[in-house]
């Protein structure tokens, strides 16, 4: 089963590649066919139909460019061949009348694909015969034997056709007029007669201008309206396939939205957070832990984030939900962390600035109020040493804590200034990032389902590119090189949540933004080659195949959408259907 797994989704993608391919060559083939066809064509190049074969196709190329077909053998030498097709395009080129130095852009990628279309649209070169002039008539000499006759015969004595009239005129010196011949009885008249001597008839004096030889007219140049249909019709091609390559592949629908369920102190905890308003350069949220906090339990949020006196261990008897968020400006800046307590008390977050204040080693005690423009009233307490500032802000008509921890000395302004913006806004609300990725979670969870934790963050959040090569003990070049291919299969963004059931039993979904549909493209066959590996098996799901499989006492389904990538998780046992109902409500 696994090697069957294995083979199919290796399969599948490479016949998502050759479709791709496939599509992309036919059209720039018809392009190039149609193009060449119209410059044949106006260069009066035999055989364009041509253009459509094989190989032929070059020959055409090489013809129109004046030059051999043997070229064709110099085109199969490697780096030789770049050569000589900029030479053979700056014969066509000239040949088209376009400039000659244009045969350079067929070397350069992208705009080599406009090269035949801006051939096939020139207005044609001139061409102009050598001026030969026309073959000097012998006197007498007869049109249809060429035997030679007295001046003034009416009739050849040879094969007795009538001499043509510029036979009997041909001797006629420069300056004179022609004489005249009578066109009713053939005589010949002197010079100036207006009638004909033998018969009276009037006499029609010959023009001296001679019709122009069409041998020395110009070409007439042919209209571009051929050429320009063709790059049109090109674009067009490309645009469509172009269109329908994303829209099968990496684009996903974009349904409106609906507000996630969350529970009413979770959805209130969130709208605590200050909205930071610098002007430029603001902080703004990265990373977001909220959980609900049960007795005997460990909070989620990790140490690094807490400020002293404060540990995962015993937030549980301090508070009974938290969310926790990250601020930076920068990727680099130092962090300030936010964290919003639904305490039990009614101390107003006291006693919390009492454990804070005693694990600070030398740090000091100022009291705060901040006063909201919408009339809330948070007072508390500044804690700070020379490394660190917290402060414990608690608010007055809610049972509600806010405690803002900057451990680096660089980000205490950040976090005065935070202080200072609590209650200004709606809180994580206010940002697109965070709004939009806890957006992805389902507005209508299945029955029974509560969401009791929820957390989304940015991957560099999580652990930097520095800190992974040393956690790995890499450095050097290769380290950084190796790193950026990892990246390209990690997700920019991830969103996890855990739900419960009416059993409280476990049920998690976890969501990875990648960016682009490209992007997670990649890396969803990139997990469906690995899934021939790991015994998952494909499934039929209502947005296309996931991929299944029960491990650790858990059973996994995920599934890719445009630019992002799920995976819900539930308990042993779980069947597709139950597994689906929740992956099916996520608004991702």
Not at 111 to 122: E, F, G, H, K
Not at 224 to 249: E, N, R
Not at 395 to 400: D, F, L, N, Q
């Amino acid at each position: 089963m696994p090697t069957t797994t294995l083979d199919s989704s290796i399969l599948q993608t490479l016949w998502g590649y050759a479709a791709i391919l496939a599509a992309v060559g036919a059209v720039l083939y018809v392009y190039w066919a149609i193009a060449f066809m119209i410059i044949a064509r106006k260069t009066a190049t035999p055989n364009g139909w041509m253009a459509w074969v094989p190989i032929l196709n070059v020959v055409l190329m090489c013809r129109i460019a004046k030059r051999s077909a043997w070229w064709i053998l110099l085109l199969l030498i490697p780096l030789v061949n770049l050569i000589f097709v900029v030479i053979l395009w700056m014969g066509v080129a000239e040949t088209c009348g376009r400039p000659t130095w244009t045969g350079v852009l067929a070397i350069i990628p992208g705009v080599n694909l406009i090269l035949p279309a801006y051939m096939a649209t020139a207005p044609g070169k001139p061409v102009v015969a050598s001026a030969v002039p026309p073959p000097t008539a012998r006197p007498g000499a007869c049109a249809a034997c060429g035997a030679m006759n007295e001046p003034g015969e009416a009739y050849c004595g040879q094969c007795g056709k009538p001499l043509a009239a510029s036979a009997a005129g041909a001797g006629t010196p420069a300056g004179q007029s022609p004489s005249p011949r009578c066109a009713a009885c053939g005589a010949i008249n002197e010079p100036g007669e207006a009638f004909c001597g033998q018969c009276g008839k009037a006499l029609t004096t010959p023009s001296a201008t001679r019709e122009p030889d069409p041998r020395l007219s110009p070409t007439t140049p042919t209209s571009s309206t051929p050429g320009l249909m063709v790059a049109l019709f090109a674009f067009v091609l490309l645009c469509i396939g172009a269109w329908f390559t994303y829209s099968k592949l990496f684009s996903h629908p974009t349904a409106k939205r609906l507000p996630p369920a969350l529970p009413q102190r979770m959805a209130g905890v969130m709208k605590e957070f200050p909205v930071d308003t610098a002007s430029k350069s603001p902080a703004r949220p990265k990373a977001v832990v909220t959980q609900t906090l049960k007795p005997g339990t460990s909070a989620k949020v990790p140490s690094k984030w807490l400020p002293p006196g404060m540990t995962p261990s015993n937030l549980p008897g301090m508070a009974t939900s938290i969310a926790s968020a990250t601020y930076q400006a920068q990727p680099n800046d130092a962090p300030v962390y936010v964290h919003v307590l639904d305490e039990p008390g009614d101390d107003r977050g006291r006693g919390i600035a009492n454990v804070v204040l005693s694990a600070s080693s030398g740090a000091s005690e100022t009291g705060v109020q901040v006063q909201t423009q919408g009339g809330e009233t948070y007072q508390g307490w500044r804690i700070n040493s020379p490394q660190i500032e917290i402060y414990v802000l608690g608010r007055t008509s809610e049972k509600v804590v806010i405690v803002i921890y900057s451990p680096d000395p660089a980000a205490q302004q950040t976090a005065d200034r935070l202080a200072s913006d609590v209650g200004n806004g709606a809180g994580l609300s206010d940002y697109p990032e965070v709004n939009g990725s806890v957006g992805d979670l389902p507005a209508s969870p299945p029955d029974g389902f509560t969401l009791s934790e929820m957390n989304t963050f940015d991957t560099s959040s999580l652990i930097s590119p520095e800190e992974m090569k040393s956690s790995l003990g890499m450095a050097g070049p290769d380290a950084d090189q190796w790193m950026r291919q990892v990246q390209r299969y990690l997700p920019q963004r991830i969103t996890t949540a855990e739900y419960q059931d009416r059993y409280r039993k476990p049920w998690r979904v976890a969501i990875g933004n990648f960016g682009g549909g490209i992007r997670a493209w990649t890396t969803w066959n990139l997990v469906r080659w690995i899934s021939g590996m790991a015994s998952m098996k494909s499934v039929p799901l209502p947005r296309g195949d996931g991929l299944m499989m029960s491990q650790n006492g858990e059973t996994f389904l995920l599934q890719r959408n445009g630019p992002c990538i799920a995976l819900v998780s539930g308990p042993a046992g779980a069947s597709v259907t139950q597994l689906s109902a929740l992956l099916s409500g996520l608004q991702f």
